[in-house]
């Protein structure tokens, strides 16, 4: 196949900020995460668990549903915890821009 094939939905580039962090929960659960700061997602965070390799789009919305960190990085429900009490100091709120 060649390349002129495919047909593009989007292919841009943009500036990011990363931010490496590593910690160690209460229930000594280690977290490896890198967190990308970009200007797609209406301000949410790319959050990518270094260990496992499961990326998710997580905003302030996100952290609130029910299920979503569980789902999203397979862990229990007490490892979720610990991940989002961290999430809330990292993510800020959604911002709608189109």
Same mark, same amino acid.
Do not use: H
């Given at each position: 196949?060649?390349?002129?094939?495919? /047909?593009?939905?989007? /292919?841009?580039?943009?500036?990011?900020?990363?931010?490496?962090?590593?910690?160690?929960?209460?229930?000594?659960?280690?977290?490896?995460?890198?967190?990308?700061?970009?200007?797609?997602?209406?301000?949410?965070?790319?959050?990518?668990?270094?260990?496992?390799?499961?990326?998710?789009?997580?905003?302030?919305?996100?952290?609130?549903? *029910?299920?979503?960190?569980?789902?999203?990085?397979?862990?229990?429900? *007490?490892?979720?915890? *610990?991940?989002?009490?961290?999430?809330?100091?990292?993510?800020?709120?959604?911002?709608?821009?189109?």
């Amino acid at each position: 196949m060649q390349l002129p094939d495919y /047909d593009f939905m989007s /292919d841009s580039t943009e500036q990011t900020s990363t931010r490496f962090v590593t910690f160690i929960t209460p229930s000594l659960k280690r977290f490896d995460l890198a967190i990308l700061t970009t200007n797609r997602f209406y301000g949410k965070k790319l959050i990518t668990d270094l260990q496992s390799g499961r990326t998710a789009i997580v905003g302030q919305d996100d952290l609130d549903e *029910e299920g979503y960190l569980e789902y999203a990085y397979k862990l229990t429900e *007490e490892e979720a915890a *610990e991940l989002r009490q961290f999430l809330e100091l990292v993510v800020g709120t959604v911002n709608f821009t189109d």
